[in-house]
């Protein structure tokens, strides 16, 4: 039972453009999201987090929106560098599971020069 | 402030080998998680650690696999004995406030 799901595995972009990257949950008890960014040979990074109070959270190039009637976040990147090319997985938590943290399968994205 | 140091990097064993991953999470962090994860797939939760003390094992197959965390610092998984199947990355991750993850950089092992 998928409770976080990404379900593209890949997207291309060319540099200086937008790059949407999608999620969708099923638990409605989850109540706090992040994106993580993972290179080959290294660890999850932690990227960017939204609460569930909000819809929407700015840190530079990138954006979180989460629409929770919906079940549905999207990471917007832009614009899209060559070093932005990695796999990036969707995470969420909920209150009252010691916050432990149940990831979507990853998109891999990559950017094109 | 140093990261979450995980050993060995990569691993190779045999089927029905045990193998041992060790971690080291950040200084001052009591909450010290293990994640699998197969190729293809998001990290799967394992093991977690609160202190010293096991706050959630249900997802460890615990037939065969092992973790403990002496002192509250330190902490082991173990195989033994290892199937195809768990050919992965270990990720061991620590987290001090409620939402601030840190990841090792994993160990890769491969089952042959």
């Known amino acids: 039972d998928q409770q976080v799901k990404q379900n593209s595995p890949s997207l291309s972009v060319q540099e200086g453009r937008i790059s949407i990257l999608n999620c969708d949950y099923t638990n409605s008890m989850f109540d706090y999201f992040l994106w993580y960014k993972k290179y080959p040979a290294e660890g999850p990074t932690f990227l960017i987090s939204i609460s569930s109070i909000k819809d929407k959270n700015e840190d530079g190039r990138f954006t979180v929106f989460l629409n929770k009637s919906a079940k549905h976040l999207s990471l917007h990147i832009v614009p899209s560098q060559p070093g932005d090319s990695a796999v990036y997985f969707c995470a969420a938590s909920a209150a009252g599971s010691a916050r432990q943290l149940t990831f979507g399968s990853g998109t891999q994205l990559t950017v094109l020069p | 402030e140093a990261g979450v140091a995980q050993s060995p990097r990569y691993k190779i064993i045999e089927k029905r080998q045990s193998v041992a991953f060790w971690c080291n999470p950040i200084?001052?962090?009591?909450?010290l998680y293990w994640y699998q994860q197969i190729l293809g797939q998001g990290p799967k939760l394992l093991i977690q650690f609160q202190n010293n003390g096991v706050v959630d094992d249900s997802q460890l197959p615990k037939d065969r696999f092992s973790a403990e965390r002496l002192k509250g610092v330190d902490s082991t998984l173990k195989i033994q004995p290892a199937k195809l199947e768990d050919s992965a990355v270990y990720l061991c991750a620590s987290r001090q406030q409620a939402y601030g993850y840190t990841f090792g950089s994993g160990t890769r092992l491969t089952v042959v």
């Open positions: 200084s001052g962090h009591a909450t």
